[in-house]
Structures are given as C-alpha cells and as structure tokens.
C-alpha cells in the first residue's frame, strides 16, 4: 500500500516517549521527513534523528506557551511542514492516590495536568493548519486513550483531557474537512513501552492481558501503525474517528 507520505513533513509530538518513538519510525520508514518533539530528552531525540537520517528533533514544551509556535516556525523553515501532526506528548502529572476521594484532591495538583495537556494541543493544531489549508491536504491525529471512553478509577483529570481530544477533533472535522484536512484520534489501552514494563507490577499487566480479548496488551508498533494509516493518503475519508488499538478492551 503506498502511504503517499514521501516527500511529505510530520510533526510527533512526545517522540522520545514509547510510543512517540515508534510513531517516528513508522513515517520515516514510508519517506516522511519527520521532525521529533522533545521536551527534556534532547539526547534522546538526537540519537533517533541518527537512526532515522531524514529527521531533526524541535524542542516543544506543552507546559510553555509560545513553544508550540517556535516548534511549528522550525519545521517551516527546514522542509515547508508539517503536512502530519500528530499530537502524542502528555505530561503526566501526580496520579490521585489511593484513599484521596475526587474532591480532595487540590487543583494545584490537576490545574496543570487539564491546562497542560489540552489546551496546548488546540493551540498547535492553530499553528500548524495555514500550511495544512495552503497546500490543501493535511493529516491530524490526536493520541487519546481508550480509559476516555471506559473510564478508569483515578484517572479522572487524564479522562477529561483525553475525552476532550475526541471532541475536538469531532468538532474540528467539519472545519478543515472541504480543504483536505482530516482529523482523528487514536486511544491505546494499556501498551508495552519502556515506562510500562519497568513501571506497572508484572501481576497487574497479566491481569491487563488476561481481560483482553486478543490474549495480548499492544504494542507501541501496534499504536503506530494506526496512526501512519490515519495521517496517511491510504486514508481518503476518515475523519473525526476515533481508533482503539486495545485488542477489543
Ligand atoms: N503507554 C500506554 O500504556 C498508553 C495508554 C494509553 C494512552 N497512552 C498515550 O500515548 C501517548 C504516549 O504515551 P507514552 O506511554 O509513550 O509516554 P511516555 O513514554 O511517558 O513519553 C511521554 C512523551 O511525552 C513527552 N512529554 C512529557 N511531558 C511533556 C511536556 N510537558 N511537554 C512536551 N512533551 C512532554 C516526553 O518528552 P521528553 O521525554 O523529551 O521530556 C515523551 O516524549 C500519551 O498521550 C499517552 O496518554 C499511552
């Protein structure tokens, strides 16, 4: 299947993280010329730029206004992108901890997580859609989780965040669409990165598994290659869709 993507600039967000990583992969693989989001991994992104040879890495902090502006400046001026944004980073935040109801919890603590990881991600798609409506063709997709739509307890704040990315994009579809703009979110349930295999307790990933229809927790390629159909032009019609990738959770 020809991905359409050579030539063609992406913009991943978050691409030192697990699966930011392997979304770089993926494009660079299909000729995209992919510019690697970082916040604090600058060597990171730098050894991923050497092993995909046709990509650099762009500093951008969701947590710093004006970021998301110079980010989308460096990409034009290196190769006329992005014509891909894929919107991945997330900043974690504290999670509410065992015992503490909802309430309890100080906006101190969730303040940032909603107005870090939302409202960033709506700012950049503004910047980088001039270039997309010029060109008239654009790929968006905004990385969820499948927890948005089956809730998990805890995750209220990282819910409201990811809940809001579909609604976003449900919204924004009929805006961009007549110029060649789609726009989609993808929701992984829980993948194996790095942070997830040494972070999560072995007895509650197989759990994880155990309750997946598939017999198997996805992959970070899994996640990927969503994606790269997603923002690709094998997809001709798809937009304000959401994908899980979570083997039928
Ligand atoms: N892994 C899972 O099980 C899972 C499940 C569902 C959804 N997701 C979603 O998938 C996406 C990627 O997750 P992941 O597991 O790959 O995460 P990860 O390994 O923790 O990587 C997080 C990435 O986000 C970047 N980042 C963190 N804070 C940032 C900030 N304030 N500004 C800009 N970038 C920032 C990090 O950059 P630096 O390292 O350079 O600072 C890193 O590249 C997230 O949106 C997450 O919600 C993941």
Redesign the pocket.
């Known amino acids: 299947m020809d991905f359409g993507l050579a030539g063609r600039t992406t913009l991943v ?8 990583q392997e979304i770089a992969r993926a494009f660079a693989a299909e000729g995209a010329t992919v510019a690697l ?5 600058r060597d ?1 992104a730098e050894r991923l730029a050497r092993e995909l040879k046709d990509a650099f890495p762009v500093r ?4 710093e206004t004006g970021s998301a502006a110079e980010a989308v400046a460096v990409v034009r001026e290196r190769c006329g992108g992005p014509d891909v944004f894929v919107a ?4 974690w935040g504290r999670r509410r901890a065992r015992g503490v109801r909802f309430e309890e919890v100080p906006e101190s603590e969730w303040g940032a997580v909603v107005a ?1 990881n939302l409202a960033p991600v709506v700012r950049a798609t503004q910047l980088v859609l001039p270039g997309m409506r010029e060109r008239g063709w654009g790929r968006i997709a905004f ?1 969820s ?1 499948h927890n948005a739509f089956g809730g998990q307890p805890g995750q209220e704040f990282y819910g409201a965040v990811k809940a809001g990315l579909y609604g976003f994009a449900r919204s924004l579809m009929w805006d961009v669409g007549p110029d060649g703009i789609l726009v989609n979110v993808v929701a ?4 194996l ?1 790095e ?2 295999r040494g972070g999560l307790p072995e007895e509650i990933r197989e759990r994880e598994r155990s309750r997946t229809p598939t017999g198997r927790l996805s992959s970070p390629q899994d996640v990927a290659r969503t994606l790269l159909f997603l923002c690709s032009a094998a997809n001709g019609n798809v937009t304000g869709e959401s994908i899980t990738v979570a083997g039928g959770r």
């Open positions: 967000t978050g691409a030192t993280g697990g699966i930011g989001g970082y916040r604090n991994d990171g951008y902090a969701l947590d991945n980073a997330f900043g870090h990385v989780s992984p349930g829980l993948t990165t942070r997830v």
